[in-house]
């Protein structure tokens, strides 16, 4: 809890933020998805990487605040709420990718892998808050099997 009575979303932020930025730092020459602005400001979100540290900063700690400041007590509410934000991301992604094509992915990357870490992510971003270490251990066996899974080269690393 905050000094105010509040809870302290930081630590969830930094890990969310700190694998974003690592995915765009590290596979930034072999890229699973990357965001296109196509509608408003075409001349200042020019490229991913503006857009992707738009999201990093504004999107993740507001959506970090709303999931865990009303994270449920009772397992059933839970499983619901991490349902309806995992659904709601995947729509958000479905929606930019095959109607607004304000996102695209690559080499192997699909709706089905979002939506597979969107599950992911809201149930480590609860556990990352509880119990940071067991969430951070458990984030890199996921990252290896994607890396795997996904045939990622070692070359592509920037």
């Known amino acids: 809890m ?4 509040g809870i302290i979303i930081r630590p969830p932020s930094y890990s969310l933020l700190s694998g974003d930025l690592l995915y765009s730092c ?3 020459n072999h890229q699973l998805w990357a ?5 408003f400001g075409v001349h200042i979100l020019r490229n991913d990487l503006i ?3 738009i999201i990093m900063f504004l999107a993740y700690p507001s959506t970090i605040m709303i999931y ?9 509410k839970q499983s619901f709420w991490i349902a309806f934000w995992f659904f709601l991301y995947s729509s ?3 929606i930019n990718l095959k109607y607004l ?3 695209n992915h690559y080499n192997g990357w699909n709706i089905w892998w979002s939506v597979l870490f969107n599950i992911f992510m809201f149930s480590i971003l609860r556990i990352h808050f509880k119990k940071p270490l067991l969430a951070w251990r458990v984030s890199i066996v996921w990252i290896l099997i994607l890396w795997n899974v996904l045939n990622i080269p070692i070359e592509k690393i920037k």
């Open 2 to 5: 905050g000094g105010d009575g």
């Open 35 to 39: 965001y296109q602005e196509i509608f």
């Open 68 to 76: 865990l400041g009303r994270f449920p007590q009772s397992k059933r």
């Open 26 to 28: 590290l596979l930034y």
């Open 92 to 94: 958000i992604e479905l």
């Open 101 to 103: 094509d304000l996102i």
């Open 51 to 53: 857009i992707s540290l």
